[in-house]
């Protein structure tokens, strides 16, 4: 077993709180003695025993010798996540996030910051949660010269638009999504191909090294009627980004064979395609699309920047 890595950890909602309770028992599991010492919400931290005041983060990441700072924070595009974010790269601590906003608008600050730093970002939970999209993306196609990548990262949308296909209602679609604890509160984001945009932003970023804060978003919004389908095909909401179109990312209702990677999907899952080139078509489906997902990923991603010697978003 190796010393102590102390985590912070900011966010104790479901996928924190989730996150929070595997962390240790999965790291000694690999030889590794991950300790979460301190968790901070909105006002409150708690380092031990009784919640108290929140108190300035890089004090409490020094005092605390973190090497990891983990956010599962909301993704409401608050300054905060991004300020801490970059405050825990220049105190010497790896980032592991599902928190997407500010990976949106500082993606080349906190690459410049964790680079300075010889820090990881890690990002699977922001990418599709357990799905491990993300990695393929930042790592294991390296090489593979990915001329076009696209997919169902939403599982709202593949469970809703097969409910509706089935006869529901949209009102009662979504309210199932919700019980089933997939779409968020406000289900605005999972309908209009908002979030499935976001993924695609941070998966072209981490794919193509393009700047999310500039990729333009064209999204087409899941609406009653749906428009018709060919006989052996299920409607999909698919977001796609081509090389040579940088910086633009599409999301379209579009029909999928049901005997396709995306046409197969069933209720929330989720599934993205890179298109390989000469290394032919690889396809990652799978992956549970729930807080405990989203906490396992961010553990995959703890493991990973403390085990391997990478720096920034790669
Ligand atoms: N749910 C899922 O399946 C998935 C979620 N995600 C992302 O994971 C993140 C966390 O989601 P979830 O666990 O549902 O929690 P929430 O997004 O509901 O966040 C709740 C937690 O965040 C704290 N909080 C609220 N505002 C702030 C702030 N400004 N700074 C710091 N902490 C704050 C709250 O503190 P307090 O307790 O004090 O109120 C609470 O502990 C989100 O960004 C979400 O998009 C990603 C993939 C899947
Ligand atoms: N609401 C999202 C949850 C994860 O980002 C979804 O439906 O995929």
């Not at 020094?62 to 300020?83: I, K, L």
């Not at 825990?88 to 790896?94: E, F, I, K, Q, V």
């Amino acid at each position: 077993m190796t010393d102590p890595l102390p985590i912070v950890l900011a966010g104790c909602g479901p996928v924190g709180r989730a996150y929070a309770d595997l962390v240790t028992e999965r790291g000694r599991q690999h030889g590794l003695d991950l300790r979460v010492v301190a968790v901070r919400g909105r006002d409150r931290q708690r380092e031990s025993g009784e919640w108290e005041p929140l108190t300035d983060l890089p004090a409490l990441l020094e005092r605390t010798g973190a090497r990891v700072f983990a956010q599962a924070v909301p993704s409401d595009g608050g300054e905060r996540a991004a300020r801490e974010a970059l405050q825990a790269l220049r105190a010497g601590a790896h980032v592991v996030t599902a928190t997407k906003s500010h990976l949106l608008t500082h993606w080349s600050e906190l690459a410049a910051a964790a680079d300075a730093a010889g820090r990881s970002v890690r990002i699977s939970g922001a990418t599709g949660a357990a799905m491990p999209a993300g990695d393929l993306a930042r790592s294991v196609l390296r090489g593979f010269d990915v001329p076009e990548v696209s997919g169902c990262v939403n599982g709202t949308a593949t469970f809703v638009l097969d409910r509706l296909a089935d006869g529901a209602a949209l009102e009662e679609a979504v309210a199932d999504a919700q019980r089933a604890g997939i779409a968020e509160a406000d289900p605005g984001n999972d309908l209009s191909g908002a979030d499935a945009a976001t993924k695609f932003r941070l998966i072209s970023a981490l794919l193509w090294g393009w700047d999310p804060a500039t990729t333009r978003v064209e999204a087409e919004s899941i609406a009653t009627p749906l428009p018709a389908v060919p006989a052996g095909h299920r409607l999909r909401q698919v977001a796609r980004a081509v090389r040579d179109e940088p910086g633009s990312v599409r999301v379209v209702l579009s029909p999928e064979p049901e005997a396709s990677p995306l046409g197969a999907l069933r209720g929330p899952e989720k599934a993205v395609r890179y298109d390989c080139g000469d290394a032919g078509e690889i396809t990652v489906s799978g992956g549970r699309s729930s807080p405990r997902g989203a906490a396992l990923a961010m553990i995959k991603d703890t493991l990973g920047a403390v085990l391997e010697a990478t720096t920034g978003f790669r």
